[in-house]
């Protein structure tokens, strides 16, 4: 069975940094990219960006380029999202996805959700 | 970039209805690279539909999906009390992938 397990909820000050995790695992890790997804307070859903962990080539949104940093380590089939100065307006649900072979997200983690607030 | 957008906002139906959601891109989606995801509250979205038309694993026959180009549907043909949520459509076509706002549909 297919699973893309997250790390537990955070809550940081404006200014602190923050990796969040989604291992995946029931199936071959480096063989599909996987992606991100964010989620603000009542919103919908904006695609920040995707690793592939095979050879950890990396594409991200223009609206997220430069403002995190997406990795994997492909040894513990885990793929990270990373902060290294949160502002409030970071404070959403974050979900790694996994991508099919043409691109569409047939498996969601369980999201994470980051609260900034001094 | 492509911009998806849905209509209507917000669907109020009673159960055994059928909804029709549409999603309109501002450009045309290549090889109909269109998908739709269900979101109900507190749960982390589901792929129901993939290629404009095909249903995901385990997805119920109510659900279908239609469209090329520019404009696709999502069609619920009757509504069960569990298909009350928020729909997303989503582009893969071309990058950046992008999402619609979202079409909620509820109860009426």
């Known amino acids: 069975e297919v699973q893309l397990v997250q790390s537990g909820a955070e809550v940081k000050k404006p200014g602190e940094s923050l990796k969040i995790s989604c291992k995946g695992s029931?199936?071959?890790?480096?063989?599909?990219?996987i992606g991100w997804v964010r989620q603000m307070p009542g919103k919908g859903l904006e695609w920040m960006g995707i690793?592939?962990?095979?050879?950890?080539?990396?594409r991200y949104s223009p609206s997220f380029q430069g403002q995190v940093t997406i990795s994997a380590d492909k040894s513990i089939s885990t793929a990270y999202l990373q902060w290294s100065s949160l502002k409030a307006s970071d404070t959403a649900m974050y979900y790694c996805?996994?991508?099919?072979?043409?691109?569409?997200?047939?498996?969601w983690g369980q999201g994470t959700l980051v609260t900034v607030s001094s | 970039e492509i911009v998806l957008t849905q209509s209507p906002g917000t669907l109020s139906l009673s159960p055994g209805e059928r909804a029709t959601l549409s999603c309109r891109a501002s450009q045309s989606v290549s090889s109909s690279y269109l998908a739709w995801y269900q979101q109900k509250p507190g749960q982390a979205p589901r792929l129901l539909i993939y290629?404009?038309?095909s249903r995901a694993t385990g997805i119920p026959d109510r659900f279908s999906g239609s469209g090329s180009g520019t404009d696709f549907t999502l069609t619920i043909s009757r509504l069960e009390p569990e298909d009350f949520a928020v729909y997303y459509c989503q582009q893969y076509g071309s990058s950046p992938w992008a999402f619609g706002q979202g079409t909620k549909v509820e109860i009426k």
């Open positions: 029931g199936y071959s890790f480096t063989s599909y990219w």
């Open positions: 290629g404009a038309s």
């Open positions: 690793i592939y962990p095979g050879d950890s080539d990396t």
């Open positions: 996805v996994r991508l099919e072979a043409s691109g569409y997200f047939d498996y």
